[in-house]
């Protein structure tokens, strides 16, 4: 097998032992996104590339574009009105974005009246992470053992994986069964809002009712699929920028204190290409542990699991009852 193979088919498709693999460029730092694999299947994969050089989207992509006018960095892993819950794998080499999955199934959220799929582009901020060891004090739960999310509220529709530019405007606490999972809210720097768009109030002046539907959304969508209500830090309280930035500061600590373990109780994958410690890999290394990832892909290899007439359905949420 020809080691290099990955390095010379950029810009196109190949079948990878009949595994198809596909490289786009996704945003100004020219990251290329490769994917491998069918979607709404389990083998279905996006890997990351920068300057020739695989890197993981967790621990390689900077949190921060612009530290002076923190300006970050946000992976989008779910595009708005899709259902697929796609996120960054914790636990596989070089973390690549995959399909949720919830006993052995592919996870897709469910349509609760008058919403349709996911009602933002939604992803997660690179080199963040929420301590399961640490007590969030707002909430008054542990983290979630992940990446902070994120929410791009933008007028565009993103692109699966794109690496895109946001600045924060604002926080949502969410308690989800128990455990702290903040909502970060900003937009694409590029987005025609986003000179209007600088705190969380002008998301209420500018965009009337999104932050309601927000967190409405929030409160009921697991409700279809038999889970209870979530529920809020301070009864639903929208924080402001200066708050946001102050949650990602943290996460970013935790994440500093992640990467330098040499192993973790987690089980969660710290390989990187960019960090220079014990955990780094050189290109080389990358390289061939990534083919045998594709090869172990295509032996694992499954059917789709969509079902559209599933994901077409609306659910009329009884709210008097939450």
């Known amino acids: 097998m020809n080691r290099f193979i990955i390095k010379n088919i950029k810009n196109k498709s190949f079948n990878f032992f009949n595994l198809t693999v596909k490289y786009s460029t996704t945003g100004p730092e020219h990251y290329q996104a490769i994917t491998c694999g069918t979607e709404d299947t389990k083998n279905f994969r996006i890997f990351y590339e920068k300057n020739s050089k695989i890197i993981s989207p967790f621990h390689d992509i900077?949190?921060?574009?612009?530290k002076?006018?923190?300006?970050?960095?946000?992976?989008?892993?779910?595009?708005?009105?899709?259902?697929?819950?796609m996120e960054i794998n914790k636990k596989e080499l070089f973390n690549p974005i995959s399909q949720d999955v919830k006993k052995e199934k592919l996870r897709y959220i469910n349509n609760i009246y008058p919403y349709y799929g996911y009602i933002w582009n939604y992803g997660a901020f690179p080199q963040t992470y929420d301590d399961p060891d640490h007590v969030d004090q707002t909430t008054g739960c542990i983290g979630d053992n992940d990446p902070?999310?994120?929410?791009?509220?933008?007028?565009?529709?993103?692109?699966?994986g794109a690496v895109i530019q946001?600045?924060?405007?604002?926080?949502?606490?969410?308690?989800?069964?128990?455990?702290?999972?903040?909502?970060?809210?900003?937009?694409?720097?590029?987005?025609?809002?986003?000179?209007?768009?600088n705190d969380i109030a002008d998301v209420e002046s500018k965009l009337p009712g999104l932050l309601e539907s927000t967190r409405d959304w929030f409160k009921h969508y697991k409700i279809p699929?038999?889970?209870?209500?979530?529920?809020?830090?301070?009864?639903?309280r929208f924080?402001?920028?200066?708050?946001?930035?102050?949650?990602?500061?943290?996460?970013?600590?935790?994440w500093s204190?992640?990467?330098e373990q040499n192993e973790n109780k987690k089980k969660i994958s710290l390989a990187n290409s960019c960090l220079n410690n014990s955990n780094t890999l050189n290109d080389e290394m990358a390289r061939e542990k990534l083919e045998n990832i594709f090869m172990n892909l295509k032996k694992s290899e499954s059917k789709?699991?969509?079902?559209?007439?599933e994901l077409e359905k609306i659910y009329y949420i009884d709210r008097s009852k939450y």
Not at 71 to 84: C, D, G, Q
Not at 148 to 160: A, F, H, P, S, Y
Not at 304 to 309: A, G, H, I, R, Y
């Open 62 to 66: 900077p949190l921060f574009y612009d």
């Open 68 to 85: 002076n006018e923190s300006i970050l960095n946000m992976v989008v892993e779910i595009p708005r009105h899709s259902h697929a819950k």
């Open 148 to 160: 902070l999310d994120v929410i791009e509220l933008g007028t565009e529709k993103q692109n699966r």
């Open 166 to 197: 946001v600045k924060v405007l604002g926080a949502l606490g969410l308690i989800d069964e128990g455990e702290a999972d903040w909502k970060v809210l900003t937009v694409d720097i590029k987005d025609k809002l986003a000179a209007e768009l």
């Open 225 to 236: 699929s038999g889970k209870p209500a979530n529920n809020f830090a301070q009864g639903g």
């Open 239 to 254: 924080f402001d920028r200066d708050f946001s930035l102050q949650i990602i500061h943290k996460s970013y600590t935790a």
């Open 257 to 259: 204190k992640l990467v």
């Open 304 to 309: 789709s699991e969509k079902n559209m007439s």
